[in-house]
């Protein structure tokens, strides 16, 4: 069964500090792994995707790595505004069968 | 570009009644999503469409689910009768194509049935 964990649950960290959110997925055959970042009320919206042949791809403050191997993926976030908190939601994807797997998601607070 | 369009953003309902959502998706977008989002879980695909064929409907409760998409543009989801259970965030996407992974997100309808 394909599945996508993610950890931690949520975050609490300062302004300016930086994190890193986890994600380990199960998804067979594996195509792309992606990272959305949902504001409470709203949509999710891409922040990442990334093919299993790449190994970390950066939209801004976020980074995002692969590792295909060892099936775990990890978003860094860099300075953290008070914008960022938000869930985060990563996507492990099938292109064969057309399937996507999505994660709960890691919910993040920034304070001042 | 306009984003994804849906309506109602919220409804409030008693149970066994009945509701819609309307979804309008990007324009040119092939591919329509209906995603069930329950508080605290990630979103669970109910049905896709590729223009206005059904590609995946095998998480749809079908016995009180039901979603159409006319000339492959707007689409409607309905749920009739509808339970305390079906309380949660329908959410709309849509992609160019079928494969391709980049979605674009409506804002939701926050459903709750009481």
């Known amino acids: 069964k394909n599945q996508v964990e993610q950890s931690p649950q949520s975050l609490i960290i300062l302004e300016g500090k930086n994190c890193t959110l986890q994600?380990?997925?199960?998804?067979?055959?594996?195509?792309?792994l992606r990272w959305y970042k949902q504001d409470t009320g709203r949509g999710p919206v891409s922040l990442t995707i990334m093919t299993f042949s790449e190994n970390t791809k950066s939209n801004g403050r976020y980074t995002a790595t692969l590792d295909a191997d060892t099936k775990q993926s990890s978003l860094h976030i860099t300075a953290s505004q008070l914008s960022d908190s938000a869930s985060y939601i990563c996507v492990g994807d099938n292109t064969n069968a057309g399937k996507s797997t999505f994660g709960d998601g890691t919910t993040l607070t920034v304070k001042p | 570009e306009a984003g994804v369009a849906q309506s109602p953003r919220y409804k409030i309902i008693e149970k066994r009644q009945s509701v819609a959502f309307w979804c309008n998706p990007i324009s040119g977008h092939a591919t329509l999503y209906w995603y069930q989002q329950i508080l605290g879980q990630g979103p669970k695909l109910l049905i896709q469409f590729q223009n206005n064929g059904v590609v995946d409907d095998s998480q749809l409760p079908k016995d009180r689910f039901s979603a159409e998409r006319l000339k492959g543009v707007d689409s409607t989801l309905k749920i009739q009768p509808a339970k305390l259970e079906d309380s949660a965030v329908y959410l709309c996407a849509s992609s160019l194509v079928s494969g391709v992974y980049e979605q674009y997100f409506g804002p939701g309808t926050r459903l709750t049935v009481t």
């Open positions: 994600c380990n997925y199960t998804v067979s055959p594996f195509s792309n």
